[in-house]
Structures are given as structure tokens and as C-alpha cells.
């Protein structure tokens, strides 16, 4: 009997769904890699020594927080969190595209896939739309080189490092980490159907999933916002920590790491 093309669809829809969160991951990659839009590439902030630019450039841009440079921050944030978290969500978005090939809607996979991540990056929207106005007020203080994009005190950096890793420790990292070790128990239990309901099962597991990640990511103003080995080193350890089997463990050894590590600079600064 021949196939029908309803049939060859739902056969390749999981192909469907990778190719396009591929090529959504190259696109935000290439982005942040190019620069987000600032005057230089992530790898060439990643050689830059740790300090503000002698030749002003610090003066310039802080003095450029107009609503097209507020707007532009937040796209290289967005686009940024795009780029690191994608990577560990796609294989819930693929789990998602499974259990939704068993529905009543089968057909609707791909359109379902595109409004489950839309919802999940709509929470990363909102964070990076905080993180903006932070890295705005920051700068206004003097507390985050505008050139550089990182903290100017290394106590200062060594005493958010010091804080990332305590929260590693604390009962909403472990809570939010368990919901994201267990996708396919949290995507039954929340089951919706229709578009609106794939948005929000986006949103919930987004929410998890800042819960989980959001002290890491302040980490990227100890190393540089546009570090690029900080970037992937913080990508890679998101996706250790939700996929390898000793992922909670992992995630408690590496706080403590980070509270030895700001501890050894704090020791160094007396």
C-alpha cells in the first residue's frame, strides 16, 4: 500500500523539528560569535586583557545607552541565551514532538514544536530584558567596564562567584534541576493541546529552566558578557548538569568550586 504524504510527514516530522532548531542554534551562534551587533567579535573580547580600554572607549559607550543601544544589549543578551540554552532543550523539544506524534493533532508537530520553544524562549526574552537594564545600571556606576562588559573590582567578581556557587546548594537550584532531569515526566503531567497549550508548556519548562540557570549566567559579568570561553564553558556545564548521570552531583561539585575560586581572589586582594 502506498504512503500517504500525511503518513511521510509524521514519519520525518522529528527530522523537521532538529533541522530547524539546527538551524536556529547556527543562526544565534553566528550572531554572537560575529559580535551581537558591538564593534568586536566574541573572540577577540575573549584575547582582550580584563580591563577597561585606556583609549575611552569606556567614556563612549557608556555614554550610548540611548534606546537603540538598550534595544541592541538586549538582542545580544536574547540571542545569546538562544544560542547556550537550545542546545540542552532540544532533545525535550524532540520528547515533545514524540509524545505529540500520538495525539489527536500529529499533523500540528512542527507548528506545536515552534510554539513550545517560543514559549520557552519568551522566558529568556524576559530575563535578558532584566539583564540588560542591570548591565545598564552597572555601567552607570562604574561597576561593569561598557568596553569590556565585565565587573571592574575583582572582589566584586569573586563575590558573585561566591554566591553562584552557594546557589548551587540551595533547594530551588535542586528543585528546578530535578524538573529539568525529568522532562518526560513534567510534559505528561502538564500535557495541552493546541498552540496556546504548547506555548505554555514552553513557558513552564522555561521557567524551570531559568530557575535553574540564572545565577550561572551572572557569571558571564566576572568572565565578560562576550567571553567567548565563557560562553561555551557555561553552554556545556548547563548541559552537564541536565543530561549526564551524575548531573546534581556535578552541579554541586563545580559550586564548590566556585566559592574556593572566590575565596582564592578575595584571599589575594587582602
Same mark, same amino acid.
Given at each position: 500500500?502506498? +504512503?500517504?504524504?500525511?503518513?511521510?510527514?509524521?514519519?520525518?516530522?522529528?527530522?523537521?523539528?532538529?533541522?530547524?532548531?539546527?538551524?536556529?542554534?547556527?543562526?544565534? #551562534?553566528?550572531?554572537?560569535?560575529?559580535?551581537?551587533?558591538? +564593534?568586536?567579535?566574541?573572540?577577540?573580547?575573549?584575547?582582550? !586583557?580584563?580591563?577597561?580600554?585606556?583609549?575611552?572607549?569606556?567614556?563612549?559607550?557608556?555614554?550610548?545607552?540611548?534606546?537603540?543601544? /538598550?534595544?541592541?544589549?538586549?538582542?545580544?543578551?536574547?540571542?545569546?541565551?538562544?544560542?547556550?540554552?537550545? !542546545?540542552?532543550? #532540544? !532533545?525535550?523539544?524532540?520528547?515533545?514532538?514524540?509524545?505529540?506524534?500520538?495525539?489527536?493533532?500529529?499533523?500540528?508537530?512542527?507548528?506545536?514544536?515552534?510554539?513550545?520553544?517560543?514559549?520557552?524562549?519568551?522566558?529568556?526574552?524576559?530575563?535578558?530584558?532584566?539583564?540588560?537594564?542591570?548591565?545598564?545600571?552597572?555601567?552607570?556606576?562604574?561597576?561593569? %567596564?561598557?568596553?569590556?562588559? %565585565?565587573?571592574?573590582?575583582?572582589?566584586?567578581?569573586?563575590?558573585?562567584?561566591?554566591?553562584?556557587?552557594?546557589?548551587?546548594?540551595?533547594?530551588?537550584?535542586?528543585?528546578?534541576?530535578?524538573?529539568?532531569?525529568? !522532562?518526560? +515526566?513534567?510534559?505528561?503531567?502538564?500535557?495541552?493541546?493546541?498552540?496556546?497549550?504548547?506555548?505554555?508548556?514552553?513557558?513552564?519548562?522555561?521557567?524551570?529552566?531559568?530557575?535553574?540557570?540564572?545565577?550561572?549566567?551572572?557569571?558571564?559579568?566576572?568572565?565578560?558578557?562576550?567571553?567567548?570561553?565563557?560562553?561555551?564553558?557555561?553552554?556545556?556545564?548547563?548541559?552537564?548538569?541536565?543530561?549526564?548521570?551524575?548531573?546534581?552531583?556535578? %552541579?554541586?561539585?563545580?559550586? /564548590?568550586?566556585?566559592?574556593?575560586?572566590?575565596?582564592?581572589?578575595?584571599?589575594?586582594?587582602?
Amino acid at each position: 500500500m502506498q +504512503e500517504s504524504l500525511a503518513e511521510r510527514a509524521l514519519r520525518r516530522d522529528r527530522l523537521i523539528v532538529a533541522g530547524l532548531l539546527g538551524l536556529l542554534f547556527l543562526l544565534a #551562534a553566528l550572531y554572537t560569535v560575529s559580535g551581537a551587533g558591538i +564593534e568586536m567579535s566574541a573572540p577577540k573580547m575573549t584575547g582582550m !586583557p580584563g580591563k577597561a580600554d585606556p583609549s575611552g572607549m569606556d567614556m563612549d559607550m557608556a555614554g550610548g545607552w540611548s534606546f537603540g543601544h /538598550a534595544l541592541l544589549v538586549f538582542l545580544m543578551w536574547w540571542v545569546m541565551m538562544i544560542a547556550m540554552m537550545l !542546545p540542552s532543550v #532540544a !532533545p525535550v523539544v524532540l520528547l515533545y514532538a514524540a509524545l505529540g506524534r500520538r495525539g489527536a493533532q500529529a499533523l500540528a508537530v512542527p507548528r506545536s514544536c515552534a510554539a513550545f520553544v517560543l514559549g520557552y524562549l519568551a522566558v529568556w526574552a524576559l530575563f535578558s530584558a532584566l539583564a540588560t537594564a542591570l548591565q545598564w545600571g552597572l555601567e552607570a556606576g562604574g561597576l561593569v %567596564s561598557a568596553s569590556m562588559m %565585565s565587573l571592574t573590582s575583582s572582589r566584586a567578581g569573586a563575590l558573585v562567584l561566591i554566591a553562584a556557587g552557594a546557589f548551587q546548594f540551595t533547594p530551588l537550584k535542586q528543585s528546578c534541576l530535578s524538573q529539568c532531569r525529568s !522532562p518526560a +515526566e513534567v510534559l505528561t503531567r502538564h500535557r495541552r493541546s493546541g498552540m496556546t497549550g504548547a506555548f505554555r508548556m514552553g513557558v513552564e519548562h522555561g521557567w524551570y529552566c531559568l530557575g535553574c540557570c540564572w545565577f550561572l549566567m551572572a557569571l558571564l559579568f566576572v568572565g565578560g558578557i562576550m567571553n567567548f570561553a565563557w560562553i561555551v564553558g557555561l553552554a556545556l556545564w548547563v548541559a552537564a548538569e541536565k543530561y549526564l548521570p551524575h548531573g546534581p552531583q556535578i %552541579s554541586k561539585l563545580a559550586g /564548590a568550586a566556585l566559592v574556593l575560586w572566590g575565596a582564592a581572589i578575595l584571599a589575594g586582594a587582602l
